[in-house]
């Protein structure tokens, strides 16, 4: 149980919303091939990314966007599943959450990692309207590189956004067909 901290801080350290939750892979989660489905670990992801930011914010907070989830190993009936999140950067409504996903056997003892991701999540007044959202207090070098890597991410996904919208706009199809010329597509235009 982490130190209780005054929440009404300008900052809060990453502990006091770090949270873990431990879930039974029952049978009903099982997709036909025996296997857990993914959406039920991107569920549980969702749930634990609520609770770290809703904790840090102070306030109701929406998932906004998530990056990258790799299905690294299946998971299997029976295996518990943990999935650690804590805060890895704040901006100024919203903030990521970084999610580690494992899976356990506790029979063979055997313990995956299954997936890592980063939910972007933003905090909501009663209005709905994006809050401001404590700044984070960085007490470990880990913490550091966390919080530099997620800035680092925020920036590289602005530009691809951009880069994004001007080949949207600069749409040709000419080019295209040069760009596609070996990949299995076949253009046959009826617009
Ligand atoms: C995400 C959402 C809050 C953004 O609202 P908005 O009015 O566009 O707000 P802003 O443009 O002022 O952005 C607010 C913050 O969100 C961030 N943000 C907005 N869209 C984002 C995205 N797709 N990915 C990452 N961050 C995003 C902005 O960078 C900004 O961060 P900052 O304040 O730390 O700089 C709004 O689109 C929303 O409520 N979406 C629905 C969310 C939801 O229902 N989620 C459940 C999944 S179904």
């Given at each position: 149980?982490p130190?209780?901290?005054?929440?009404?801080?300008p900052?809060?350290?990453?502990?006091f919303?770090?949270?873990?939750?431990t879930?039974l892979?029952?049978?009903?989660?099982?997709?036909?091939?025996g296997k857990?489905?993914?959406?039920?670990?991107?569920?549980?992801?969702?749930?634990?990314?609520?609770v770290?930011?809703?904790?840090?914010?102070?306030?109701?907070?929406?998932?906004?966007?998530?990056?990258?989830?790799?299905?690294?190993?299946?998971?299997e009936?029976g295996?518990?599943?943990?999935?650690?999140?804590?805060?890895?950067?704040?901006?100024?409504?919203?903030?990521?959450?970084?999610?580690?996903?494992i899976?356990?056997?506790?029979?063979?003892?055997?313990?995956?990692?299954?997936?890592t991701?980063?939910?972007?999540?933003?905090?909501?007044?009663e209005?709905?309207?994006p809050?401001e959202?404590?700044?984070?207090?960085?007490?470990?070098?880990?913490?550091?590189?966390?919080?530099?890597?997620a800035?680092r991410?925020?920036?590289?996904?602005?530009?691809?956004?951009?880069q994004?919208?001007?080949?949207?706009?600069?749409f040709?199809?000419?080019?295209?067909r040069?760009?596609?010329?070996?990949?299995?597509?076949?253009?046959?235009?009826?617009?």
């Amino acid at each position: 149980m982490p130190p209780l901290i005054d929440s009404t801080l300008p900052h809060k350290p990453v502990h006091f919303s770090s949270t873990t939750i431990t879930e039974l892979m029952i049978p009903s989660y099982a997709n036909f091939g025996g296997k857990i489905h993914g959406g039920i670990l991107l569920s549980l992801m969702d749930k634990v990314a609520y609770v770290c930011a809703a904790k840090h914010a102070g306030n109701y907070c929406v998932t906004a966007s998530i990056d990258t989830v790799n299905f690294l190993q299946p998971v299997e009936v029976g295996e518990l599943v943990s999935l650690m999140a804590s805060v890895n950067y704040v901006g100024k409504t919203s903030l990521v959450v970084g999610i580690r996903v494992i899976s356990e056997n506790v029979k063979a003892n055997v313990v995956k990692h299954t997936n890592t991701s980063y939910f972007t999540m933003v905090a909501k007044d009663e209005n709905n309207q994006p809050v401001e959202v404590p700044a984070l207090l960085l007490e470990t070098h880990e913490q550091v590189r966390r919080f530099e890597e997620a800035r680092r991410r925020k920036l590289e996904k602005q530009m691809h956004q951009a880069q994004a919208k001007s080949i949207k706009a600069g749409f040709d199809l000419e080019y295209c067909r040069k760009n596609l010329d070996g990949e299995r597509c076949v253009i046959s235009l009826k617009d």
